[in-house]
């Protein structure tokens, strides 16, 4: 039997869900300023970029996470106000957590084979899930947010993002076009 989701079930998740994140947030701003200071962050990792602090996470992430939020719920209720528990969606955002992570520790750990083949992982991802999508894009987000603020992760979530959305919806349909032309042939 499936579960069902009311539409006022995911409103008080999506309160919830915005209040935890601005209390995990604010709460990791605190420790760091209470631990030897609020860190911050190079574009790029280059000294000669712009200094980017961590506290303008706090201003950047609340409304991100409600805007992200808001683009799931018209998603998943654009057609009723009670669905089917969107098990899909929550997969997304906990792997693209996962991805965030992954890469956050491989920046703080310095295993720049991974983090500089993430391009190419993602050319991957997407050609087989739409990356693209708002759940992805928050859980990457959040993932990285922990180990280079709030601001770094949301510019760089744009770019692969953009980046995505080409594969997924316009080179994914060119390669299955070029494949069922040529399977004839290949049998």
């Not at 409103?11 to 919830?16: E, M, S, T």
């Not at 992805?136 to 993932?143: C, M």
């Not at 922990?146 to 770094?152: A, E, Q, T, Y």
Request: charged fraction near 10%; charge should be positive; proline fraction near 5%.
């Amino acid at each position: 039997m499936t579960k069902l989701l009311t539409i006022q079930q995911f409103l008080r998740f999506k309160i919830w869900f915005f209040f935890v994140i601005c209390l995990l947030l604010w709460s990791l701003l605190l420790w760091q300023y209470f631990h030897g200071g609020i860190p911050g962050h190079h574009f790029l990792a280059d000294k000669n970029m712009p200094l980017v602090s961590n506290v303008w996470g706090a201003l950047v992430i609340p409304p991100f996470v409600w805007f992200l939020m808001n683009r799931i719920q018209k998603r998943l209720f654009e057609r009723s106000d009670t669905i089917d528990f969107p098990k899909i969606s929550l997969y997304a955002w906990f792997g693209a957590l996962l991805f965030g992570i992954t890469l956050g520790l491989s920046i703080y750990y310095g295993f720049k084979t991974f983090s500089g083949n993430v391009p190419l992982l993602l050319l991957v991802f997407a050609l087989f899930f739409p990356t693209y999508k708002s759940e992805y894009f928050l859980g990457f987000v959040l993932g990285l947010t922990w180990f280079i603020g709030g601001v770094l992760p949301v510019v760089v979530g744009v770019v692969f993002l953009l980046f995505s959305a080409f594969v997924h919806i316009y080179l994914r349909k060119w390669i299955l076009f070029i494949y069922n032309y040529l399977k004839p042939g290949i049998n």
